[in-house]
């Protein structure tokens, strides 16, 4: 099962994730940005300047600026739309996760159920026949719609009919371990942003907002802070909160159980697995003695940023335990 197999299942879980969390972000980013446009720069000559910023917020949350800026140099909406959902140049773009996605369950379609295979393949043929002047012919919002209920499908067939046994704790070890991530990653750009304007409660607070709705947790938000909307209660809320699925801590403690789940026969990575685990509850350990006047005072990203460093650990030694480096679609 380890080795090729294992790097594969996990990659599945990561891709599937990225591509949610993909869609999710994008729009977003994007429809805000058009009700704010609307609102409060029309007819205004800042309108021009604050498209592009909006455009550069976007491909900062997905982590890969630098890559843009090198194949496109100016942003605009088609371009950045393209790069992020339909440039199969991009390694990260949603078609080229969606295409990785399905040829790791094709090399392992023996021991996935059937209807994996089906979505993940149904998916991939209508992904990509779309092109980038439907996104705006059709509205993005319907498009990155279609995106996420195309991933909800994937993800109900998995947890529907796949056994709990090694192949369905991998998956989930990768897509919890993206899912953390993207989280850390959402919240950096935000605050980023924030960090370039002054700083206070009603310049960080339409970015954090964008935050939750990114991860789909303003209702639930709500819920446990009704109108005491503050930016230390977002940040807490997102990283802290224990029963949120897209939270911080929540990832941790399903990548916690998942990974306990793993049975190795091979008793000479018993112990590197014991490592990893040690490791995930380390970095639970250090959450958990945070405060929220810790979050509230984070204005540079020191405390985000030890997160992502962490979480991009244990990515690596998950790939040093139970991969060979390379030989699957990773």
């Avoid at 996990?10 to 869609?23: L, P």
């Avoid at 140099?73 to 088609?78: F, L, P, Q, V």
């Avoid at 796949?162 to 605050?191: D, K, Q, V, Y």
């Avoid at 916690?256 to 697995?273: A, T, V, Y």
Wanted: with cysteine.
């Amino acid at each position: 099962m380890l080795n090729r197999n294992a790097e594969a299942l996990f990659w599945i879980g990561r891709y599937m994730e990225r591509v949610e969390n993909h869609a999710r972000l994008i729009d977003v980013h994007y429809h805000l940005q058009m009700e704010r446009e609307a609102t409060i720069y029309e007819d205004s000559g800042e309108a021009g300047e604050d498209k592009i910023s909006k455009w550069i917020r976007i491909v900062d949350a997905l982590g890969s600026r630098d890559a843009y800026e090198k194949q496109y140099g100016t942003y605009t909406e088609m371009e950045v739309l393209h790069y992020a959902s339909l440039d199969r140049d991009n390694p990260n773009s949603i078609v080229s996760c969606v295409c990785n996605a399905r040829n790791n369950v094709r090399t392992l379609r023996e021991k996935l159920p059937s209807e994996m295979w089906d979505y993940t393949n149904g998916f991939y043929l209508w992904l990509r026949e779309k092109r980038p002047e439907e996104l705006l012919q059709d509205s993005p919002h319907l498009f990155y719609a279609k995106i996420k209920e195309w991933t909800a499908m994937f993800l109900g067939v998995a947890q529907s009919v796949m056994p709990r046994e090694n192949e369905w704790h991998f998956i989930e070890c990768g897509r919890h371990l993206e899912r953390g991530e993207n989280t850390l990653r959402i919240l950096s750009s935000a605050l980023q942003t924030a960090n370039s304007e002054p700083w206070d409660q009603q310049t960080a607070y339409p970015y954090l907002q964008a935050v939750l709705r990114s991860v789909s947790g303003y209702q639930a938000f709500r819920r446990y802070y009704a109108d005491g909307i503050t930016v230390e209660a977002i940040m807490e809320f997102v990283i802290l909160n224990t029963i949120f699925p897209r939270s911080l801590q929540y990832s941790l403690q399903a990548l916690d159980e998942h990974l306990r789940h793993i049975h190795l026969q091979e008793k000479s990575l018993r112990n590197e697995h014991e490592k990893i685990i040690r490791q995930v509850g380390k970095l639970r350990a250090d959450m958990a003695i945070l405060e929220t006047e810790d979050l509230a005072i984070d204005r540079d990203g020191a405390i985000i940023g030890h997160l992502f460093k962490s979480f991009g650990q244990l990515g690596v030694m998950f790939a040093k335990t139970f991969f060979r480096m390379g030989e699957a679609s990773a």
